[in-house]
């Protein structure tokens, strides 16, 4: 290995703002951090709010004005409803005609059925009419 490439690393203390100390290895000696893993929001789950320009006093107002008002949706959340109904109207469309369809086809068949007990119906009566000459012509 060639010498002079590689960093010295020295046992190092990392002191945080909050008071918390940690004990590790780095190039450097005596870090001080604003924030660690103890103090850190993410880890300790508290929420903190950082109002850059006043967007969350904007959004406070938006979010009170729309409840004052009655909810009144947004023109994105409208066109999500508009496209729901819409949605919802060509489905009942689209079931009512498969209903009809279907009927259609009930119907059809009923049909059929009916036709083909007739001609059964006028074949029955025509044999016996048939015979009932047979036998009065060999007579």
């Known amino acids: 290995m060639k010498s002079g490439l590689h960093p010295n690393y020295v ?11 940690i004990e590790t290895r780095s190039t ?8 660690c893993n ?3 929001p993410f880890y300790t789950g508290e929420q903190r709010i950082v109002d ?26 409208q066109r999500m409803n508009a496209r729901a109904t819409q949605l919802a109207e060509e489905q009942r469309r689209a079931d009512e005609a498969q209903a009809a369809a279907r009927a259609a086809q009930r119907d059809r068949a009923r049909a059929a ?7 059964e119906a006028a074949a029955g009566e025509a044999a016996p009419a048939e015979a ?3 036998v009065a012509a060999e007579s």
């Open 38 to 40: 103890v103090c850190h």
């Open 113 to 119: 059925a009916e036709a083909r007990a007739a001609e």
């Open 52 to 77: 850059t320009a006043g967007q969350v006093e904007r959004f406070n107002k938006k979010f009170e004005r729309a409840q004052a008002t009655g909810q009144v949706a947004s023109k994105r959340q």
């Open 11 to 21: 046992d190092t203390t990392i002191t945080c703002a909050c008071g918390n100390v």
């Open 28 to 35: 450097r000696q005596g870090l001080r951090i604003d924030l």
């Open 132 to 134: 009932t000459e047979e």
